[in-house]
């Protein structure tokens, strides 16, 4: 898996940098083509001489070199993934706050790859609040965290804090690459957005959904090699180019489309929040303002969701969304059964980080095998990793 990929490697100044030099060897062994960049302080730990002998590349730390600039921007286009092992809680806390003061940090911030990090520090570092206040950053920016592992640490205590094995960060970018594969040649259909029900030609009932989730889903989806049709509602999230987007603004129009569409679909995600109620009447004309109140006249929509449980065919696996403010974990097993899903995702409106418009989700996730997994809260591309990854998992594609 790791043959012919392209890694970035950065080292900053943790005493875990001794261990880089045999997760370079790892790297190098598996076919991976390795590039390294050091921290000015990652040199107290670890030789430069030792990296480029075994990366046979030369080893990088300046932004300005003998007066030659260092292109950062074309090192992170030039990576299939930027690796960072071990992570210290200096360079972690640049990350989260964006500081630019390094070769390391300059390439971090241009990276259009993915970064994945493996954070390395003592126990109480670790644990510490604006530690886990700057992970949870660096999370909802798109990176990765290989877990930390416990055992001793350079202060002699026993604790959390560790960088995860050579050996484990290997693993962790096998399955990572493995990833990027498993969906191709499949069709997956995907919703996302609000929809706007029509008042009159200037007015509408509408919701705050962002789309961000459902377009994370077909950033991952696309990421993994399907052919993604994203159904959207009114959003102003940018939506990737590499899918076949149709644009809808009521319930009406994303239920015809999807009905169209799901004939020719493996996997349908509706994440989308579409109105349960329309205007029975809306006025072609912008309605005037009245004496004293207006009364509005609502009937229900078609339940897309329902519908598509209904027609689904035992190859086709389907995955619905709840948004709860009571009753969560009734209400999604509710919906599970009553709209023949293959998986609920729920989302509590109670859960900080969760809900509408933010860059985290906390979710759990409902199977139809009566399974019950809840999800910490992460950024939405990672929120939809976990969903993507459920997905794989249990409709055996
Ligand atoms: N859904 C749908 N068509 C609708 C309403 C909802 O396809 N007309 C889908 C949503 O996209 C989501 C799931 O059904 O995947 C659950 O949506 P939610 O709004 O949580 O539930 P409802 O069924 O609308 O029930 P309630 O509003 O009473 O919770």
Redesign the pocket.
């Known amino acids: 898996m790791l043959k012919g990929k392209k890694i970035l490697l950065g080292i900053t100044g943790s005493i875990a940098a001794y261990k880089s030099a045999v997760l370079l060897r790892l790297l190098i062994k598996a076919g991976a083509e390795v590039k390294v960049i050091m921290t000015p302080s990652a040199h107290q730990f670890i030789a430069p001489l030792t990296l480029s002998t075994l990366s046979k590349n030369e080893v990088l730390s300046e932004l300005v070199d003998n007066d030659s600039w260092a292109n950062h921007v074309m090192l992170g286009r030039w990576a299939d993934v930027m690796l960072i092992a071990p992570l210290s809680c200096n360079s972690l806390s640049k990350m989260a706050q964006g500081t630019c003061d390094n070769l390391l940090t300059a390439v971090y911030l241009s990276a259009t790859c993915p970064v994945v990090v493996a954070p390395a520090m003592d126990e109480d570092m670790w644990l510490h609040n604006s530690t886990k206040e700057n992970i949870k950053k660096i999370v909802s920016y798109g990176n990765a965290i290989i877990p930390v592992e416990t055992g001793e640490l350079a202060s002699g205590l026993y604790g959390p804090g560790r960088m995860a094995e050579p050996e484990n960060i290997v693993t962790w970018l096998n399955e990572f690459f493995e990833e990027k594969k498993q969906l191709t040649g499949k069709k997956i259909l995907i919703?996302a957005g609000p929809t706007h029900e029509a008042i009159d030609p200037v007015r509408f009932i509408g919701n705050h959904s962002s789309g961000k989730m459902g377009i994370a889903l077909a950033e991952e989806c696309i990421k993994r090699g399907a052919t993604v049709t994203l159904v959207a509602g009114p959003v102003a999230e940018a939506i990737p180019a590499e899918l076949n987007l149709i644009k809808v603004t009521s319930?009406a129009e994303?239920?015809d489309a999807?009905v169209r569409e799901f004939t020719n679909t493996d996997i349908a995600i509706?994440?989308?929040?579409?109105?349960?109620y329309t205007i029975t009447d809306p006025s072609s004309s912008k309605i005037k303002k009245q004496e004293n109140e207006l009364v509005l006249s609502l009937e229900?929509?078609?339940?897309?969701?329902?519908?598509?449980g209904t027609q689904k065919k035992s190859t086709q696996f389907l995955?619905?969304?709840?948004?709860?403010t009571d009753n969560e974990t009734e209400?999604a097993l509710k919906?599970l059964t009553?709209?023949n899903?293959d998986m609920?995702?729920l989302n509590s409106l109670k859960d900080a980080g969760a809900g509408f418009g933010s860059a985290t989700n906390k979710i759990t996730i409902f199977d139809k095998m009566g399974n019950q997994t809840a999800f910490d809260v992460k950024s939405k591309k990672l929120v939809a990793a976990d969903i993507i990854n459920y997905v794989v998992k249990l409709s055996h594609v």
């Open positions: 919703t319930a994303m239920y999807c509706l994440s989308a929040a579409v109105a349960d229900k929509t078609k339940d897309i969701l329902k519908e598509l995955v619905g969304f709840a948004l709860e209400n919906k009553a709209k899903a609920i995702v």
